[in-house]
């Protein structure tokens, strides 16, 4: 047997050893491979240091379709077995899980698992797989741990990550807002088209945000189901009070909009953009120069102010519930503020008078809007999403001026 040479087995063109291979070699180790379902001979197992099962896109189960499987999953049996190592990728895993007595097969309830994921290492892996390590993952079948199995990590179940949770968001609703755009505008015979744009906007990794996660997302937990996340999945959890719980993640500033330049281009030609909705996809630059999302939500107030000074447009409009933005807010004295100044907008802030998740991120976005315009008259409006026209109007909402 040789001590320094592994067998990969190979199941599609499309998925050799690849990375795998180059890290064996720079060990000192060396790879032969047999691509099975091209008819390579399945050498004798016995004669390797250890085994690399590779992924494909059958399942474990049909050696119906692929004959090959029969011989393979005895292999891959009696290697396990006899204490030879052996390492499952994919479908592979699948294989090593079945031939283990696990099962294997499809999601009860259907879910597909694509995307990047964050693996969490147990307290068995700590010591050998780094925290924060991302991997894509592609899995339409899972498996079971087999009888005596020790678990090193493990991800979310089939969870959307959460920056491909605001992509199809963005996506979705940006459809939904140029269709719904796109039909009331034939009515009035107005022919300019609609166009929605995927947007990415840049974090910087370093942001301080990323020390304090404080946006809320999704839905309210218990106390049970709060544990059971903070411990298992890693999240962030705030106790709101009265038994109620959330998951909570950062919310870094938006550095630049990826996409800026196509929607510059759209522009210029005349058609009307739906973008940077959610505040974009949060995305980050690692070590190695690769874009990469990241577990964030941008605040979409900050960021239609960063997209508004990129198209040095003279006027921003934010769009929310309530007609002003008012100082001593729900107190006897409220007053409702109608033109200010950003110097005046900024005192207030200073003063803590806006909420810190709702109008604060409005009021902030209109001082940066307004001190960072080309525009000597440029002016930020926060209004009630049912009164835009009298808001540009000058009738209604809250105008920050220059000042």
């Known amino acids: 047997m040789s001590e320094t040479t592994l067998l990969a087995?190979?199941?599609?063109?499309?998925?050799?050893?690849?990375?795998?291979?180059?890290?064996?070699?720079?060990?000192?180790?060396?790879?032969?491979?047999?691509?099975?379902?091209?008819?390579?001979?399945?050498?004798?197992?016995r004669e390797f240091a250890g085994l690399i099962v590779m992924g494909?896109?059958?399942?474990?189960?049909?050696?119906?379709?692929?004959?090959?499987?029969?011989?393979?999953?005895?292999?891959i049996a009696a290697a396990a077995r006899a204490g030879h190592p052996v390492w499952g990728v994919c479908l592979g895993?699948?294989?090593?899980?079945?031939?283990?007595?696990?099962?294997?097969?499809?999601?009860?309830?259907g879910y597909h698992e694509f995307g990047y994921y964050e693996?969490?290492?147990?307290?068995?892996?700590?010591?050998?797989?780094?925290?924060?390590?991302?991997v894509t993952q592609s899995h339409y079948h899972g498996f079971g741990m087999p009888a005596g199995a020790t678990l090193l990590a493990r991800s979310e179940l089939y969870p959307i990550p959460l920056e491909v949770c605001v992509a199809d968001t963005q996506a979705g609703m940006g459809y939904m807002i140029a269709q719904c755009l796109s039909n009331a505008m034939n009515q009035?015979?107005?022919?300019?088209?609609?166009?929605?744009?995927?947007?990415?906007v840049l974090v910087d990794p370093n942001d301080p945000a990323f020390q304090d996660p404080n946006k809320a997302i999704g839905p309210g937990l218990t106390e049970a189901q709060a544990e059971t996340h903070r411990t298992k999945d890693g999240w962030q959890i705030r106790d709101e009070g009265k038994?109620?719980?959330?998951?909570?993640?950062?919310?870094?500033?938006?550095?630049?909009?990826?996409?800026?330049?196509?929607?510059?281009?759209?522009?210029?030609?005349?058609?009307?953009?739906?973008?940077?909705?959610?505040?974009?996809?949060?995305?980050a630059v690692d070590s190695n120069g690769r874009v990469r999302g990241v577990a964030a939500v941008i605040d979409k107030d900050r960021t239609t102010g960063?997209?508004?000074?990129?198209?040095?447009?003279?006027?921003?409009?934010?769009?929310?519930?309530?007609?002003?933005?008012?100082?001593n807010f729900g107190k006897p004295d409220e007053q409702r503020l109608e033109q200010i100044t950003a110097d005046e907008a900024e005192k207030y802030l200073n003063a803590n008078q806006f909420g810190a998740g709702s109008m604060r991120p409005k009021i902030e976005a209109g001082i940066e809007f307004v001190r960072n315009s080309p525009h000597?008259?440029?002016?930020?409006?926060?209004?009630?999403?049912?009164?835009?026209?009298a808001a540009l109007d000058g009738k209604s909402g809250t105008r920050i001026m220059r000042g």
């Open 9 to 45: 087995l190979q199941h599609i063109a499309c998925e050799p050893p690849a990375a795998f291979e180059d890290e064996l070699r720079s060990r000192g180790l060396d790879l032969e491979r047999a691509e099975l379902d091209e008819g390579d001979v399945l050498p004798d197992w």
């Open 56 to 75: 494909g896109p059958m399942g474990a189960y049909e050696e119906g379709a692929h004959p090959w499987l029969v011989e393979e999953k005895a292999a």
């Open 93 to 109: 895993a699948q294989l090593l899980a079945h031939e283990l007595g696990a099962p294997v097969g499809p999601h009860p309830e």
């Open 119 to 134: 693996l969490f290492p147990t307290d068995a892996g700590r010591a050998d797989i780094p925290a924060g390590l991302r």
């Open 188 to 200: 009035r015979n107005l022919t300019q088209n609609v166009t929605a744009v995927v947007t990415t």
């Open 243 to 283: 038994g109620r719980f959330r998951r909570v993640v950062p919310s870094p500033l938006p550095r630049k909009i990826i996409e800026m330049p196509a929607i510059e281009s759209l522009i210029v030609g005349g058609q009307i953009v739906v973008c940077c909705g959610g505040g974009g996809i949060p995305v």
């Open 306 to 327: 960063l997209l508004a000074r990129h198209l040095q447009a003279p006027t921003l409009v934010i769009l929310t519930a309530v007609e002003y933005a008012c100082i």
């Open 376 to 389: 000597a008259e440029a002016t930020a409006i926060i209004a009630h999403v049912n009164h835009f026209a």
